[in-house]
């Protein structure tokens, strides 16, 4: 009976290996996780990119322009991620 398993799986399943998630899906993996709170505030934050362990975000919503957005970063998003992920030394929000 042929398999309808497309050539990619069939890679995947001789290779018996799972790659690893990229630093850039395990930092949206933890903004995931705080962005409820986020959103609770009207608010949403998204990972722009990685770079040489910085992790540029961009606010949207009601954070644009909150005296907070700050706090919120440092406290709460760069807390976060750093906690979880070691390699991201920093923390950027940018326009």
Known sequence: MASAQTPANIVFMASGVESPPSLADRVRAVLDQIRPAVKADGGDVEL????????????????IGCPSA?????????????????EITKVVAID
């Open 48 to 63: 722009v990119n990685v770079d040489q362990g910085v992790a540029n975000v961009r606010f949207h919503g009601a954070c």
């Open 70 to 86: 700050g706090l919120t970063l440092h406290m709460g998003i760069e807390r976060a991620i750093k906690s979880q992920i070691p």
